[in-house]
Every structure is written in structure tokens, then in C-alpha cells.
């Protein structure tokens, strides 16, 4: 597992730009996943025919249910359970498939969220989110998640 990250745009020197700065974004978020105990060989995610999933983050296991809408790859993940992650509620974003790799990605303030709130909660973890944060919010179209190996 690595951090996902997808940058779009209608203009193609910013996407030439964005191509850049996601090598940049996916070294950041290593980091912050690191601290936050999301680390390769800690997470899984499985998603079953009767559209419940699994997903391992650290130590943590969340689970719901998915939506998933092949034609335009948009995936919508709804909490089950009760604690601080019900307040997700439904998490909507995308999802790609490239041989045995799959990219869950959603926008950029919802996966920090989410990645704060399953991390540990460090100090150092709520300072490096910040600066990705603000970072973020200086981009269009920004997705950030997950990469999952198989």
C-alpha cells in the first residue's frame, strides 16, 4: 500500500505541471501515513458481491457498504458502525484498477480527514496534515488515498 494521489485539469501545461507536483504529494503523504500507522503490509481492502467492504487501516477496520459505477469509475463508500468514523457518512470518490493495483481516491479534504482520524494523534501527524492541506486547497481537482497492491 502507497498513497494515491490524481490531479486533474482542462488545461494541459497544468497537467503537465500537476505530474510534477504528484511525485512531490505522494512523498509528503508517505510520511503522514507513516505516523500515522499507515503503513505497507498493514492495510487490505476487500469488497464482496453483496456490496459490503472491509478496509484495514493500521490498526484499524472499517466497514459499510459500497457503490460502485464501473462507466465512470465513482465509488461511494457508506460507514457502518458507530464512533468517530459514522461521521464520514458516505465517502464518495473514485476508484481504478490497473492490472492488480487499485487506486481508491477521494478529494483531498476528505482523505486527510480520514487518515487523521484513524492515525494516531501526534502532534507531528496534525502539523504535516496541515501543510499538505494547504497545499491542497491551492489545487483544482485534487484525490488522494490509497494504493493497494495485490
Known amino acids: 500500500m502507497q ?5 486533474e485539469s482542462d488545461n494541459a501545461v497544468a497537467d503537465l505541471a500537476a505530474s510534477a507536483t504528484t511525485a512531490s504529494l505522494q512523498s509528503k503523504l508517505a510520511g503522514i501515513y507513516e505516523k500515522a500507522g499507515i503503513k505497507s503490509g498493514s ?3 476487500t469488497f464482496s458481491k453483496d456490496s459490503t467492504f472491509s478496509l484495514v487501516i493500521g490498526s484499524r477496520t472499517l ?3 459500497y457503490a ?3 462507466a465512470t469509475h465513482g465509488i461511494t463508500l457508506t460507514f457502518s458502525g458507530s464512533g468517530e468514523l459514522r461521521k464520514f457518512g458516505a465517502m464518495h470518490g473514485f476508484a481504478y484498477l490497473n492490472g492488480t493495483d487499485l487506486q481508491l481516491l477521494f478529494s483531498a479534504a476528505k482523505a486527510l480527514s480520514l487518515v ?3 492515525g ?12 499538505v492541506n494547504s497545499l491542497a486547497s491551492k489545487i483544482d481537482n485534487l484525490y488522494l488515498g490509497f494504493e493497494f497492491a495485490k
Open 3 to 7: 498513497p494515491g494521489v490524481k490531479l
Open 43 to 45: 492495510c487490505s481492502v
Open 63 to 65: 466497514k459499510g457498504t
Open 68 to 70: 460502485f459505477e464501473s
Open 116 to 118: 487523521q482520524q484513524v
Open 120 to 131: 494516531e494523534k501526534a502532534a507531528s501527524l496534525n502539523s504535516s496534515l496541515a501543510t
